[in-house]
């Protein structure tokens, strides 16, 4: 089974829709989705990913599902550096804060920082992994410890429209790795493409393994250069662009 997720276009988050840079963006993952495999195709209910969806659906032919669990990872959390309370996302802390505390490396301890607590982004982690678990399971993979019994092989491709938190907190469950990794160390541009396929290399158990992560060919494809939207500074000095 291979599984495909699609981060949302260019973002307008203030009206929850996409920017004119993301509009174009999404009509050129069209024409690029329109020569793959979907046999199922799933969508957040938020308003950017579903407008990221829809010229692919519209050149395809093509519906899709909207799954709850698939909005955005929604669990604020208050970051060492804004002692005023500022809110935040948990997936955006300083790399000198969040590297020093060791148990954001372990798959079963990252969650248990105080002011991950605080925020209760364990729960949300269990709530969304545990809809995802369940997704699986009815298509024939269920995670036993590391690795997946595999209940229905197929070769099914799904397509999921959804957001950067969220889809790292996928990734991580079906790779056993610790989100703050992945969310700190990984970068996926506005309509990046990311696939991931089982390998069940011993009859029964199965593995998620990435093919591809952050795939922007249809972008650079159509001249049209890559949101910095999921980046940061590249050098401190660098005023234009995002600290």
Not at 115 to 130: D, F, H, I, S
Not at 183 to 189: D, S
Request: hydrophobic share 35%; net charge negative.
């Amino acid at each position: 089974m291979k599984l495909v997720l699609i981060r949302h276009g260019d973002p307008d988050y203030e009206h929850d829709t996409l920017t004119p840079k993301g509009k174009r963006e999404a009509r050129f993952l069209a024409e690029r989705m329109k020569s793959c495999t979907m046999d199922e195709i799933y969508v957040s209910p938020l308003g950017r990913a579903r407008h990221t969806a829809e010229p692919t659906l519209h050149a395809c032919g093509r519906e899709a599902t909207e799954l709850a669990w698939l909005r955005e990872f929604e669990a604020p959390i208050v970051r060492p550096d804004h002692p005023d309370g500022t809110l935040t996302v948990p997936w955006d802390w300083m790399p000198d804060d969040w590297t020093t505390y060791p148990d954001f490396y372990d798959y079963d301890k990252w969650m248990t920082h105080p002011l991950m607590e605080k925020g209760n982004v364990g729960k949300e982690y269990v709530r969304v992994t545990e809809c995802f678990r369940e997704f699986l399971c009815a298509h024939g993979y269920e995670k036993h410890e590391n690795l997946f019994r595999v209940t229905k092989a197929n070769n099914d491709t799904i397509v999921f429209f959804t957001h950067y938190g969220v889809s790292v907190v996928m990734i991580s469950y079906l790779l056993h790795v610790s989100p703050m990794i992945l969310w700190h160390g990984l970068v996926a541009a506005p309509t990046s493409v990311t696939a991931l396929a089982t390998e069940e290399r011993r009859q029964g158990y199965a593995s998620f393994r990435m093919n591809t992560y952050g795939d922007t060919t249809h972008l650079f494809m159509n001249h049209e250069p890559r949101s910095f939207a999921a980046r940061f500074c590249e050098c401190f000095d660098n005023e234009d662009e995002r600290h």
